[in-house]
Nanobody
């Protein structure tokens, strides 16, 4: 199976930046669609961004477009989420996820492996 471990979360002031990393171990990381989701207290886990196995296509939820960038380095089995111009509403636990099936998806149920999450807190 695949194990995913997120890192890079922390406390940042509004307007600041953080870069999250997700290190993967296991079979065929380069063939997986990778996604980032987030979950604020008392709310559902929501899609943030995903990237295809080749890194040629990305997608973002509307609220983070232009501020967040997802990327991957298959040689390092790592996916990143660069977060700029952070806002208090970005505060959440951020989860890395891997989808083993062909095709991209924004649905939680479409992802097969999940990390433990990393906390991002943005102060106003």
């Amino acid at each position: 199976q695949v194990q995913l471990v997120e890192s890079g979360g922390g406390l940042v002031q509004a307007g600041g930046s953080l870069r999250l990393s997700c290190a993967a171990s296991g079979r065929a990381f380069s063939n997986y669609t990778m996604g980032w989701f987030r979950q604020a207290p008392g709310e559902e886990r929501r899609f943030v961004a995903h990237i295809t196995w080749g890194g040629d296509s990305t997608s973002y939820r509307t609220s983070v477009k232009g501020r967040f960038t997802i990327s991957r380095d298959n040689a390092k089995n790592t996916v990143y989420l660069q977060m700029n111009s952070l806002q208090p509403e970005d505060t959440a636990v951020y989860y890395c996820a891997a989808r083993t099936a062909y095709g991209v998806s924004r649905l939680r149920a479409s992802y097969d492996y999940w990390g433990q999450g990393t906390q991002v807190t943005v102060s106003s």
